[in-house]
Each structure stands twice: as C-alpha cells, then as structure tokens.
C-alpha cells in the first residue's frame, strides 16, 4: 500500500525567497508523481506531472524533482510571491490501478 | 477544453438524511476518480473507474456510499444515510487512462449537522 508523507506540514516565507517542499512515498514502483496547487475552499490545480523514467520537470518558476530509488519529490519554487500562497500536495499512485495516493500538504504563505 | 465539472457545490443535510453528487468528466477521459477530502487533510481515493467498471473501491464505505458511472461518463456519488463525520469536499477527477495527469473540478462541500 502507497504511503505519502509531506513535511513540512506549514511553511512561512518572506517575499522573494527560494523554498523546497518535500515529498516523500513508500512504494517507489510508480509510473509518475504529481504536484498540485490547492487555494482555499477550491479543488486541485496540477502543477507538474513527473514520469517515472524523468527525473524532472519545470514549468515557470517550479521544479520538480524525482528520486525513485529513496522514494522522494521535492518541488522548488524560486523567487516566491505572495501569490504562491496556497497548500501544495504531492500524489503518487497505488499499486498497478495507479490511484493517487495524497500527502497531507504543505501549507505555505509567502509574506509581502 | 472544459474542465471537470461538479454540482452542487455547496449541500447541507442533517445526519440520517440521503445526498448525491455529479461529476461530468473532461471530454474524452476513461479514467473518473471520486475522492474524500475532510478539512486539513489530503485527499483520501474513494472509488475509480474505468470507463463505466469500477477498478477500485477498497475505501469506499459501502454500508452508505454508492457510486456509479453509466454509459462511462457521467458519474454520481451518493451517501444514504449521511453521518457527521461524511461532512468533507467531495472531489471528482478525471483523466485520459490511469497513469496520465488527473484534472480535479471544484468539488462540493457538504456538511452535516
């Protein structure tokens, strides 16, 4: 059974700074890993989808990482903006039927 | 392209009562996921389908929840008799197959009281 962990489970940062959340799964026979972006009272934005053969992805200023052999994910966000504010949740899928396993997310606020 | 799209958005019941949920999938995706998210926590899988089969539902509470998916688009969550602890968002995703990018709608938040 996929397990997902995700610490830390609130961040605080001032405007401009560079951070890293970190995922991390149990079960590293996965086919991909997914980062969403979930603002309050609203449902999940896909941020980065990551193959199990990539070790990457970027998209603006996010960056996904994938390291299947320790069964982690960091996503890097560069330059932060208040903007960003938001609760980030990794998925990785269970077992063969590839359901999303969530984290418990990061709650982050970046202050102006 | 349209997203997932979910109504109501919003259901208040009182405990005891029945409630049912409808998801309209992106255009095209065979794979359809409801799943439970209770305030601070993520997401929890509740069923998924194959176009209309069901390939998973280990986590759904089948004592009082139901779901079903005919003709493999529309789907329909229902809860008979709701509890206070069914009080979450409701979120339906859908996706091309599988193990491809999953798109969430809004989901609909339902308490009971």
């Not at chain 1, 990482?65 to 938001?86: F, N, V």
């Not at chain 1, 359901?99 to 606020?109: A, D, E, K, N, Q």
């Amino acid at each position: 059974k996929q397990e997902v962990t995700q610490i830390p489970a609130a961040l605080s940062v001032p405007e401009g700074e560079n951070l890293v959340l970190n995922c991390s799964f149990t079960d590293s026979a996965i086919y991909n890993l997914q980062w969403f972006r979930q603002d309050p009272g609203k449902g999940l934005t896909s941020l980065l989808l990551i193959q199990s053969s990539q070790r990457e992805q970027t998209s603006g200023r996010l960056n996904a990482s994938l390291d299947k052999s320790s069964g982690r994910s960091t996503l890097y966000i560069a330059a932060s903006q208040p903007g960003d504010s938001a609760t980030y949740l990794c998925a990785a899928p269970h077992d063969a039927g590839n359901m999303l396993t969530f984290g418990g997310g990061t709650r982050l606020m970046v202050k102006p | 392209e349209a997203g997932v799209a979910q109504s109501p958005r919003y259901k208040i019941i009182e405990k005891r009562q029945s409630v049912a949920f409808w998801c309209n999938p992106i255009s095209g995706h065979a794979t359809l996921y409801w799943y439970q998210q209770i305030l601070g926590q993520g997401p929890k899988l509740l069923i998924q389908f194959q176009n209309n089969g069901v390939v998973d539902d280990s986590q759904l509470p089948k004592d009082r929840f139901s779901a079903e998916r005919l003709k493999g688009v529309d789907s329909t969550l229902k809860i008979q008799p709701a509890k206070l602890e069914d009080s979450a968002v409701y979120l339906c995703a859908s996706s091309w197959t599988s193990n491809t990018e999953a798109f969430f709608g809004q989901g609909t938040r339902l308490t009971v009281v």
